[in-house]
């Protein structure tokens, strides 16, 4: 689907107290933005950010980062945080592609990393460029805690198949995993919907969800 261009965007990206600009300076730095040392999690393709922006009010102890590569998207994610009544010192925002995510974050830096609905990329020649290829869990373990875990949820079969044979073949561990999010008692506890997660879902379509971890 085409993305509709937002002229006004970049613009609003760049004065948001929420969205970093240069992020690469703060590699490394990530807990001197929120002046606290509590875990940091981020979401890569956050989208309009309702999944993240819950999150961040349901636990004012974990910093949380949301990388959406388009701006005209990330502009929905901002539009969201102005209209709350109470700020979220614990969420920031950075408009970057994830394969440069390595240049952002250092080595044990995150303990979390949620990827929801990313996209496909159906053809064969793009199987690096899906966001649970070996390429970016290669990406992920350098910025992971030794500990850390990838949470992913999806409604594409072919795409969630394809996760399950990649992560272990890269020497990663599956910890969880389901092919219907929605009446699965332990992986479904505490879940938080997407816009898409709620859309697809409505349609009668399961959700696919797997935990991994380094």
């Known amino acids: 689907m085409r993305l509709r261009n937002i002229p006004s965007a970049d613009h609003i990206i760049a004065a948001s107290p929420f969205c970093m600009q240069n992020p690469a300076a703060y590699q490394g730095k990530w807990h001197s933005v929120f002046n606290n040392n509590h875990p940091i999690h981020i979401e890569?393709?956050?989208?309009?950010?309702?999944?993240?922006?819950?999150?961040?009010?349901?636990?004012?102890?974990?910093?949380?980062?949301?990388?959406?590569?388009?701006?005209?998207?990330?502009?929905?994610?901002?539009?969201?945080?102005?209209?709350?009544?109470?700020?979220?010192?614990n969420l920031r925002f950075l408009c970057i592609d994830a394969k440069n995510i390595t240049e952002v974050f250092a080595s044990n830096e995150i303990e979390k990393i949620y990827l929801n609905f990313s996209d496909p990329w159906p053809k064969k020649k793009h199987e690096?460029?899906?966001?649970?290829?070996?390429?970016?869990?290669?990406?992920?373990?350098k910025i992971l805690a030794q500990n850390g875990t990838v949470e992913f949820k999806t409604d594409n079969r072919l795409l969630f198949d394809f996760s399950l044979q990649e992560i272990p073949a890269a020497n990663w561990t599956i910890d969880a995993y389901?092919?219907?999010?929605?009446?699965?008692?332990?992986?479904?506890?505490?879940?938080?919907?997407t816009e898409y997660e709620e859309k697809f879902s409505s349609l009668g379509n399961p959700i696919y969800k797997l935990i991994a971890s380094r």
Do not use: C, W
């Open 44 to 89: 890569i393709g956050t989208g309009k950010g309702r999944f993240l922006i819950h999150l961040a009010q349901q636990n004012p102890l974990v910093n949380y980062i949301g990388i959406e590569k388009y701006t005209s998207v990330l502009l929905r994610a901002v539009q969201k945080l102005d209209l709350l009544e109470q700020p979220l010192p």
């Open 128 to 141: 690096k460029r899906r966001l649970t290829s070996r390429e970016f869990l290669d990406r992920y373990h």
């Open 178 to 193: 389901t092919y219907d999010l929605h009446h699965d008692p332990q992986l479904n506890k505490h879940n938080i919907m």
